[in-house]
């Protein structure tokens, strides 16, 4: 099989590399990819929101599979345009129809059908220009922290948390009125806060059978000890301690059962992941959001610990018959920290040389924000590359990361040295 990944980060740097190692798989594109994906795929350089494009290279490279990896292309429609085409009538295509990527699209679509399935989730009121006062009222009634969530796609970056009252009046104005997220911000979820521990569990679906994928706990905040602004993340690990099998069973039970069913029960066109961001709140799982598609970083932590042939579970969810397979995970423990550009989530260079020291061998070195020019490699984006260590522990796996990273350099990179350090403490 030829397989095209849509997409140019970490995510789709994993992907490839994964669906790269199944026997089924012929050739490998990546589009448009960056500057690490050419060493598993072939990139092919288009504009991915141009849909006549990406239709383009897939007819001209025979491609039978396409991932699609970020999740603008989703809500934008392209699985859409792609099932539209008649040319296309035998591509088997991995990413939900925009019906169900409005789960990402829209904090409202998604709030409103957790409540409708019975999803466990925290209580929220929906904002715009309109009712704003109706929202200083609504988060005086709330106990501090506040949760304010932009309602469209923000990047990963869309939400503010803040502890003072003032403040949160401040950052709802700023969020309609000053419009700090563009359109994704006109309308605003208040939402009451959950304690706890959060994780990201991720699962493979045909829209009526299901695959739950190894969980994975990310790191988002810029600082240690999570301080600071958010980002797209700053690492992850995976397995996750308190995950355990019980804490498994209640999230399958009461979370990914309910939503299956309300994806087939909705009508909606789906066919590949939901990552449902959760809260452990007190051994009761919560739902925080849904995403429409794999997490970054996670990816580079969950695939590398799945055992089972990827390219035949994608293709089995593509084909409608996930129902027949089982999935297969490795025993041991991935972490992987992120490279990031000085300055990073805010302003921050490109162009900057990398210069590897020696050849990383302790760990699996995903590209994200990078790009060759005349065979030099130049950062170009914000989160740069994942250190992917694994080991018989969590100890062992980000002594890999982390030795991997002391050989990589560029002008003002910058990491987190305590990927996991929560988790350190629980005793994993």
């Known amino acids: 099989m030829n397989i095209l990944v849509v997409g140019s980060g970490g995510r789709e740097h994993t992907l ?21 994906t050419e060493n598993v795929a072939i990139n092919l350089p288009i504009n991915i929101d141009d849909h006549n494009q990406v239709k383009s290279v897939i007819i001209e490279n025979g ?14 429609g392209i699985v859409d345009d792609l099932k539209a085409a008649t040319e296309l009538k035998d591509l088997k295509i991995v990413g939900p129809a925009k019906s169900g990527a409005m789960l990402e ?10 409540q409708k399935y019975g999803v466990p989730t925290a209580g929220a009121k929906i904002i715009t220009e309109a009712n704003l006062k109706e929202g200083y009222e609504f988060l005086e009634s709330l106990k501090p922290p506040y949760v304010l969530k932009a309602d469209g796609l923000a990047a990963g970056k869309g939400v503010l948390i803040t502890k003072d009252i003032d403040e949160a009046k401040t950052n709802l104005t700023d969020l309609i009125v000053n419009k700090k997220f563009g359109d994704a911000s006109a309308k605003v979820l ?19 059978d299901y695959v739950i994928l190894p969980a994975a706990k ?3 905040r810029i600082g240690e000890g999570d301080t600071g602004l958010n980002t797209g993340g700053m690492g992850a690990i995976s397995p996750v301690i308190f995950a355990d099998k019980a804490f498994m069973q209640k999230v399958e039970d009461e979370v990914v059962k309910p939503t299956v069913k309300g994806i087939a029960e909705e009508g909606m066109d789906y066919t590949g992941f939901v990552f449902i961001g959760l809260m452990n709140n007190a051994g009761q799982p919560y739902v925080i959001e849904y995403n429409v598609r794999m997490g970054d970083p996670e990816t580079e932590v969950v695939l590398p610990r799945i055992k089972s042939d990827f390219l035949e579970l994608l293709e089995a969810a593509a084909d ?13 423990t991935a972490s992987t920290v992120i490279l ?25 070195v995903f590209h994200a924000g990078t790009r060759k020019d005349n065979g030099k490699l130049l950062t170009n984006g914000g989160r740069v590359m994942a250190m992917t260590g694994l080991g018989k522990n ?30 350190k403490e629980l005793g994993q």
């Open 394 to 423: 969590l100890a062992e796996a980000l002594a890999h990361s982390y030795a991997a990273a002391d050989q990589i350099k560029w002008k003002n990179m910058n990491f987190r040295k305590d990927i996991g350090f929560d988790l």
């Open 320 to 332: 409608g018959q996930l129902g027949e397979k089982t999935l297969e995970v490795e025993p041991y």
């Open 190 to 208: 208040i939402e009451e806060f959950l304690s706890g521990i959060e994780l990201s569990v991720f699962v493979l679906t045909d829209g009526k």
């Open 63 to 76: 491609i039978d599979l396409v991932v699609i990896g970020p999740e603008v292309p989703l809500v934008n």
């Open 105 to 114: 699209g829209s904090k409202q679509f998604a709030k409103d059908f957790m």
């Open 340 to 364: 990031v550009a000085g300055g990073y989530p805010e302003s921050y260079d490109k162009g900057d040389e990398i210069t590897v020291k020696e050849e990383v061998k302790s760990a699996i």
């Open 218 to 220: 990310d790191y988002k």
């Open 16 to 36: 490839a590399w994964k669906i790269k190692q199944s026997p089924k798989c012929d050739k490998v594109f990546v589009a448009p990819g960056n500057g690490g």
